[in-house]
T-cell receptor
Framework: DAKTTQPTSMDCAEGRAANLPCNHS???????VYWYRQIHSQGPQYIIH???NNETNEMASLIITEDRKSSTLILPHATLRDTAVYYCIVSIYSNTGKLIFGQGTTLQVKP | DTGVSQNPRHKITKRGQNVTFRCDPI?????LYWYRQTLGQGPEFLTYFQNEAQLEKSRLLSDRFSAERPKGSFSTLEIQRTEQGDSAMYLC???????????????FGAGTRLSVL
C-alpha cells in the first residue's frame, strides 16, 4: 500500500476554508485516495474518496493533481465541530479494503 | 441503519485476565474489520472478515488474540492473558462490498477502550 505524508497540525479560522494537503507520490494506478476524520473519542468517519477526478459531496471537496501524487481536502466553511484528526489514505478499490492510517493532520478550528 | 455498535465502551481488567469485545455491524454489511488504536497514533489494522470467513490477519494479532464472526453477523474479539501493552482503543468497522457497486466505505463504531492494570 502506498504511503501518505501529511502535516502534523493546522489551524483554521471558523467560517474560512480549510485546505488539508496530502502527498502520496508512490500511489499506483488502481489505488484510490480516501479521507477520513476522527473527532476526539469517536471512531473515524468517512469523508470522501476519489481516483483521479475532483470530487465533491456535502461534507467536502477533494482535489487530486493530474499526476495523482498529491491531493487536497477542502472544507469550504470550517466550523468548530470540524476540529479533528484528518487522515489521508490510499487503498486498492475492492481489495481487502483494509485502511492503512498514518498519523494524520490535527485540524484546530478557532473562533 | 443504526450504525456500528461496540460493547462494552470501556473495559478495565487486571493483567493476565481474558477479555472479550463485541461488535455489531450495520445490517447487511458483509465486511467487518478490527483495528487497534493507541494514544496519539492512527488506527492499525488487526483483522478482516468477509461474511463469516476471516480472510486476513495482521502480524499485530498475536496468538493471544482471536476473532470470530459466526454466521456472518456480529463479531467478537478475545484477548487472552492480557498484558499492559494491550491497553488501547479497539475499533470495529463494517462495509458493504458488492462487485461493481463496491466503494468499501468503512463505517466505524465508537470503539472499546481497554485499560490493563
Amino acid at each position: 500500500d502506498a504511503k501518505t505524508t501529511q502535516p502534523t497540525s493546522m489551524d483554521c479560522a471558523e467560517g474560512r476554508a480549510a485546505n488539508l494537503p496530502c502527498n502520496h507520490s508512490t500511489i499506483s494506478g488502481n489505488e484510490y485516495v480516501y479521507w477520513y476524520r476522527q473527532i476526539h473519542s469517536q471512531g473515524p468517519q468517512y469523508i470522501i474518496h476519489g481516483l483521479k477526478n475532483n470530487e465533491t459531496n456535502e461534507m467536502a471537496s477533494l482535489i487530486i493533481t493530474e499526476d495523482r501524487k498529491s491531493s487536497t481536502l477542502i472544507l469550504p466553511h470550517a466550523t468548530l465541530r470540524d476540529t479533528a484528526v484528518y487522515y489521508c489514505i490510499v487503498s486498492i478499490y475492492s481489495n481487502t479494503g483494509k485502511l492503512i492510517f498514518g498519523q494524520g493532520t490535527t485540524l484546530q478550528v478557532k473562533p | 441503519d443504526t450504525g456500528v455498535s461496540q460493547n462494552p465502551r470501556h473495559k478495565i481488567t487486571k493483567r493476565g485476565q481474558n477479555v472479550t469485545f463485541r461488535c455489531d455491524p450495520i445490517s447487511e454489511h458483509n465486511r467487518l474489520y478490527w483495528y487497534r488504536q493507541t494514544l496519539g497514533q492512527g488506527p492499525e489494522f488487526l483483522t478482516y472478515f468477509q461474511n463469516e470467513a476471516q480472510l486476513e490477519k495482521s502480524r499485530l494479532l498475536s496468538d493471544r488474540f482471536s476473532a470470530e464472526r459466526p454466521k456472518g453477523s456480529f463479531s467478537t474479539l478475545e484477548i487472552q492473558r492480557t498484558e499492559q501493552g494491550d491497553s488501547a482503543m479497539y475499533l470495529c468497522a463494517s462495509s458493504l462490498n458488492r462487485e461493481v457497486l463496491a466503494k468499501n466505505i468503512q463505517y466505524f463504531g465508537a470503539g472499546t477502550r481497554l485499560s490493563v492494570l
